[in-house]
Nanobody, 125 residues
Framework: QVQLVESGGGLVQAGGSLSLSCVAS???????MGWFRQALGKEREFVAA????????DYADSVKGRFTISRDNAKNTVHLQMNSLKPEDTAIYYC???????????????????WGQGTQVTVSP
């Protein structure tokens, strides 16, 4: 059983930056990982995902060019660097693990099996 714990959320002004981290514990993680977010009253949506090797990443169009996902397998950690933040980025951000980990990373909520509790990101105008 793997546990995922996110950190790094907070309040930032528009145009600012935040760096989120997700630490996995319980066992070594060698699967694809993703970040999702859920704004108040909205469905959970894909943000970014990274292949277990770190060699392939995918981004939602809304964050492409502003967010960067990376991982450190030695530390069982996945990061999400968020720059040029906008008020519409306000949401709870979740990291997730895909136990099946096909070659291509998944954008689907249903494609992930383990989830963290989330960290709140609030971007003020």
């Amino acid at each position: 059983q793997v546990q995922l714990v996110e950190s790094g959320g907070g309040l930032v002004q528009a145009g600012g930056s935040l760096s989120l981290s997700c630490v996995a514990s319980g066992r070594a993680v060698n699967e694809n990982m993703g970040w999702f977010r859920q704004a108040l009253g909205k469905e959970r949506e894909f943000v970014a995902a990274i292949h277990w090797s770190g060699g392939n990443a995918d981004y939602a169009d809304s964050v492409k060019g502003r967010f960067t996902i990376s991982r450190d397998n030695a530390k069982n950690t996945v990061h999400l660097q968020m720059n040029s933040l906008k008020p519409e980025d306000t949401a709870i951000y979740y990291c997730a693990l895909d136990r099946r980990s096909a070659y291509g990373v998944s954008r689907l909520v249903a494609g992930y099996d383990d989830w963290g509790q989330g960290t709140q990101v609030t971007v003020s105008p």
